[in-house]
């Protein structure tokens, strides 16, 4: 594992890119930790915890609509969904700030092989990459875009291609309309789990 990272590396991945720490270590063969020392030895700070935010916004928006739920995170600390919702549900977010250009962007990192184990079916090769099936980690997929009035764009997880490098949606939306507040899209899911009738 190679233990150094360009500053000019870092800075077009991190400030310019948008990627994560972990999405940098990743794409470089790197240990998250030795990118995040390097981020902050040439004064780079930590974005603000979008994540953290973009959770809470969902959260609180199943819990106004009635839903009930399990935060998976609270209970594991990690896990490959966020929510279960209605027992049958599972819900996985994505948080994006807005950006300089006026557009939320939602990155998907693939993966080399090495940083995917053996029989691990969540990931497909696509080229010389593994991108992640979200078919078969959760069933709705809630992008939420960071704003004065949040926006949460939701999809059958069944929807997103496999292959998805980058998704992103500008403030004036257009095309995305489709997908705005569609809490619907998880009243069908746990429907069907349920086995009544859509």
């Not at 049958?88 to 962007?105: A, F, H, I, N, P």
Request: contains cysteine; charged residues 35%.
């Amino acid at each position: 594992m190679k233990t150094k990272i360009a500053a000019k590396d870092i800075y077009r991945e991190y400030v310019v890119n948008g990627l994560s720490d972990r999405d940098i270590a990743s794409k470089y063969g790197l240990d998250r930790s030795t990118v995040a020392k390097r981020r902050r030895s040439l004064g780079i700070k930590a974005r603000g915890n979008a994540y953290i935010d973009g959770h809470l916004s969902v959260k609180n928006s199943l819990g106004a609509r009635g839903y009930s739920f399990r935060d998976r995170r609270e209970k594991s600390g990690v896990s490959r969904v966020n929510f279960l919702v209605e027992r049958v549900c599972r819900v996985q977010v994505y948080t994006s700030e807005l950006k300089d250009d006026g557009s939320w962007v939602f990155q998907f990192s693939p993966r080399s092989e090495g940083d995917v184990r053996e029989g691990n079916d969540y990931f497909v090769k696509v080229g010389d990459h593994y991108y992640k099936d979200h078919s078969k980690t959760c069933d709705v997929v809630i992008f939420c875009g960071l704003d004065t009035t949040n926006k949460h764009f939701i999809v059958d997880s069944k929807k997103l291609p496999v292959e998805l490098k980058v998704l992103k949606i500008p403030v004036e939306i257009g095309k995305y309309r489709k997908l705005l507040e569609r809490w619907d899209v998880i009243d069908r899911v746990v429907t069907k789990r349920k086995g009544g009738t859509q």
